[in-house]
């Protein structure tokens, strides 16, 4: 089954930290710009971290930028985000996509429609109160 499934979510304090994981079946991840995307009421979700499946080059969101880290090992087949210095604004469910276009990280974050990527998780939630 070709699938993405996030996981690593939960409820931590403010200034904690989250390791979510996005691990892909049935298709290598290592071919795919990868994104990680979190839910703005009203609007479509939004990018705040994305990597680049041509060389693993990266863009952050400014609200996650020094905080938050993208990475991908592709022996496991998966990518990952490194949250830490969480903040309750954090709170939010997180999903991660994948694409075979060669869009750049700022291009797979800002500008690729949600219905360009290949495969979508299911989310994973994140709560960050005291």
């Known amino acids: 089954q070709v699938q993405l499934e996030e996981s690593g979510g939960g409820s931590v304090q403010p200034g904690g930290s989250l390791r979510l994981s996005c691990a892909a079946s049935?298709?290598?991840?290592?071919?795919?710009?990868v994104g990680w995307f979190r839910q703005v009421p009203g609007r479509d979700r939004e990018g705040i971290t994305c990597?680049?499946?041509?060389?693993?080059?990266?863009w952050y969101k400014d609200s996650v930028k020094g905080r938050f880290t993208i990475s991908r090992d592709n022996a496991k087949n998966t990518v990952y985000l490194q949250m830490n210095s969480l903040k309750p604004e954090d709170t939010n469910v997180y999903f991660c996509?994948?694409?075979?276009?060669?869009?750049?990280?700022?291009?797979?974050?800002?500008?690729?429609?949600?219905?360009?990527?290949?495969?979508w998780g299911q989310g994973t939630p994140v709560a960050v109160s005291s």
């Open positions: 996509a994948a694409t075979r276009t060669g869009w750049g990280p700022i291009g797979l974050c800002v500008y690729l429609r949600e219905d360009e990527y290949d495969y």
């Open positions: 049935g298709f290598s991840l290592a071919d795919y710009g």
């Open positions: 990597i680049s499946g041509n060389d693993n080059s990266t």
